[in-house]
């Protein structure tokens, strides 16, 4: 078993790198940019000694229960943000540490996932050990853990240009050695480390209020919805043109048709390159109150002939009905021909209702409850076609539909240019953040530097 190494001679140890061997240094021609008098280009194999993990059989419970020894597989660092470690969601026991190739790695070392992603990053808080998802940097003389761990996060495209792989990328012990790593004066590291992270902190809790911003605009457009279809936002228009309460109704009474679509696999049609056949829409593509189409998917024609009945009309409002996206709700507007999968339910309603007045129902904190309570839990949530036309929704006239229809554009647009601002400065604090990395293992990172605000 390792001890939790203490600084310099012991950290040297752990190592296994003497303070006295010689440190080559990378080709001037193989050297990725050049570097501050003093700093060097070396390779991080010449660093540390580089530790790979592994797993004990998962059939051999006596392997893992009551375990205490700290196991980490890259799972455990899936939204994963702090930079030290102590544990995963799993413990070893002795026995099933000494039936592995795992080992026991010192407090300090700096754990890099190597495949399945590659670029999770975090140190050892306390002695642990990794499964062979993680190639570990024992602890150096030459380097300070949180110095590496600033290049390791920063550096993911470099990262992934040394693995390889068919069925998914991963990092050897051999291409992680070979990688380049620009080492200055420890000195300079703490330095450089001591600045990386007073401007991270100041970006954090910009990114926060930001973050902040933008949960209250879904809480925000909820009340709205609210306010608008319990007659709060139109009472003085009411009230203007002498309009009585609202009757309720439900949507199989207000619609021609409420149907779905089905799996082209199922009809044997087959998905086509040819933007002038079928669009086919699916559950992603149905958001909170509009269509998003990254890239299309089209099928063959025949799909309208073999499901005439969900093939799509401009002015059709579309459902969810399975998974977790379950009641978004949005209209179709496409100028192409389409048709649908079974996961999306299609309502057509007659001429003298508002799409949009619907559309913006179905999708409000009132239709949302009836979802909830209504979905079938079975391997996935799902709603039937009987939940959908029984759905219950308040009906004021024509001209009222768009009146509310007119205030909801407005105040709902102003929410989501709000959201669209929060969201431009959470991607640039994480740009900034990206460009302070790449200063900083430059030898650009000055002592007066601070990021402007975002």
């Known amino acids: 078993m390792m001890a939790r190494p203490r600084k310099n001679a012991a950290a040297s140890r752990a190592s296994l790198l003497p303070e006295s061997a010689p440190l080559p240094e990378i080709p001037v021609r193989e050297q990725p940019y050049p570097l501050p008098e003093g700093w060097k280009w070396v390779r991080l194999g010449d660093v540390t000694q580089i530790a790979s993990g592994g797993t004990p059989s998962s059939k051999t419970k006596e392997f893992y229960d009551n375990g205490n020894i700290p196991w980490l597989s890259p799972a455990d660092l899936s939204n994963y943000t702090a930079v030290y470690i102590s544990h995963g969601k799993k413990m070893l ?26 670029g999770y990053v975090v140190i050892a808080q306390n002695p642990l050990c990794t499964n062979q998802g993680f190639k570990n940097f024992l602890p150096s003389h030459l380097y300070t853990p949180r110095f590496l761990y600033w290049y390791l996060k920063g550096s993911k495209p470099l990262l992934e240009s040394y693995a390889s792989g068919t069925t998914f990328l991963e990092l050897s012990a051999t291409k992680v050695a070979r990688i380049p790593f620009p080492l200055p004066p420890r000195e300079e590291q703490e330095r450089i480390v001591g600045h990386i992270e007073s401007l991270f902190a100041r970006l954090d809790e910009a990114r926060q209020k930001a973050e902040a911003v933008r949960d209250s605009v879904a809480l925000r457009r909820a009340a709205i919805l609210h306010k608008a279809f319990t007659g709060e936002l139109t009472a003085k228009w009411r009230e203007e043109q002498g309009v009585e309460c ?56 025949s799909i309208n002939i073999k499901q005439k009945r969900s ?18 709700a949005a209209v179709y507007q496409e100028k192409y021909k389409a048709n649908i999968n079974q996961a999306v339910c299609l309502v057509r309603l007659y001429e003298n209702i508002s799409s949009s007045y619907v559309c913006y129902y179905l999708n409000s904190p009132a239709a949302l409850t009836y979802y909830f309570e209504n979905k079938a839990e079975t391997a996935r949530a799902n709603l039937s076609l009987t939940d959908i036309n029984n759905i219950t929704l308040p009906l004021p006239t ?34 900034m953040k990206k460009a302070i990395l790449a200063r900083a293992f430059r030898g650009e990172l000055g002592r007066a530097d601070c990021p402007s605000r975002p």
């Open 246 to 301: 609202w009757p309720l109704t439900t949507l199989h009474k207000v619609s021609s048709l409420i149907t779905k679509g089905a799996s082209p696999k199922w009809q044997g049609i087959s998905y086509v390159e040819d933007e002038t056949q079928t669009l086919f829409v699916t559950s992603e593509n149905v958001r909170e109150g509009y269509l998003k189409f990254e890239n299309k998917k089209f099928v063959e024609d």
């Open 93 to 118: 026991t002795p026995l099933g540490l000494k039936n592995s190739s795992a080992r026991l790695l010192p407090s300090n070392t700096v754990c890099l996932s190597s495949r399945a992603p590659i």
């Open 398 to 431: 024509l001209p009222e539909q768009r009146e509310i229809v007119r205030i909801l554009d407005d105040l709902l647009g102003r929410e989501q240019r709000i959201r669209e601002a929060a969201d431009a400065v959470v991607a640039h604090i994480e740009r």
């Open 311 to 328: 093939c799509l009309k401009y002015g059709d409002i579309l459902i969810n009905i399975v998974g977790a996206s379950i009641g978004r």
